[in-house]
């Protein structure tokens, strides 16, 4: 079992920018896929992006392309979402997901994930 923890949510302008940060409680962290998510009110839940393992390949979802950054840290643990330019709709509940599945490119489907953080909220005034 790995624990994630979200954290850096919160209530900002519309242009404003954001860095979450998702803390792993084991370093078998380092050989997982990690995924961002968000769920806005009455929506499902949305791809916002991805990194593997190594750090070195992103995919981001059309609608934050050139405006969100993945990234991590292995010797911290830890894999950040840099949001810039935010916008109203990206208002949403952000979450981080681990895919422990060793060796291949991380999914873009919420089911294939095997831990979830509790999510952090994030609210973009206009």
């Known amino acids: 079992q790995v624990w994630l923890t979200e954290s850096g949510g919160g209530l900002v302008q519309a242009g404003d920018s954001l860095r979450l940060s998702c803390a792993a409680s084991?370093?078998?962290?380092?050989?997982?896929?990690m995924g961002w998510f968000r769920q806005a009110p009455g929506k499902e839940r949305e791809f916002v992006g991805t990194?593997?393992?190594?750090?070195?390949?992103?995919k981001y979802s059309d609608s934050v392309k050139g405006r969100f950054t993945i990234s991590r840290d292995n010797a911290k643990i830890t894999v950040y979402l840099q949001m810039n330019s935010l916008k109203p709709e990206d208002t949403a509940v952000y979450y981080c997901?681990?895919?422990?599945?060793?060796?291949?490119?991380?999914?873009?489907?919420?089911?294939?994930?095997?831990?979830w953080g509790q999510g952090t909220q994030v609210t973009v005034s206009s």
């Open positions: 997901a681990a895919d422990n599945l060793v060796g291949v490119p991380p999914p873009t489907a919420s089911y294939e994930y095997d831990y």
């Open positions: 084991k370093r078998t962290f380092n050989s997982y896929n």
């Open positions: 990194i593997d393992a190594s750090g070195t390949s992103t």
